[in-house]
């Protein structure tokens, strides 16, 4: 599921942000993105930069506390590192990815 989509700059060569949300099979989430445009191009030297995390079954409920409680303390949105940060600082192992 499309959690957040975001896009800038020219209409003929846009930079944006794409971050999915997807509960696997087994109950554990998998949280992907997708950057492109001329500051992926910057960044990666591709077209586009990949990147997400895994969270286990086990720890999907702790980090959805987790999620909740900042979001309602939370002045400004929720980034993918602002994720990766709930994660740490509650102990919630992730297993995450660069492409």
């Known amino acids: 599921m499309e959690i957040f989509k975001k896009e800038w700059g020219p209409e003929d060569d846009p930079d944006g942000t ?4 997807t509960i696997l099979d087994d109950g554990s989430l ?15 030297g591709g077209e586009d930069y990949e990147y997400g995390l ?18 309602f303390n939370l002045k400004g949105r929720i980034s993918f590192s602002t994720i990766k940060k709930i994660c740490k600082n509650a102990n919630i192992d992730i297993q995450d990815w660069y492409l």
């Open 54 to 71: 895994h969270i286990s079954a086990d720890d999907v409920p702790a980090f959805t506390l987790e999620l909740l409680k900042r979001a």
């Open 18 to 21: 794409i971050i999915n949300a």
């Open 30 to 44: 998998k949280i992907d993105g997708t950057d492109y445009g001329k500051s992926a191009r910057a960044f990666s």
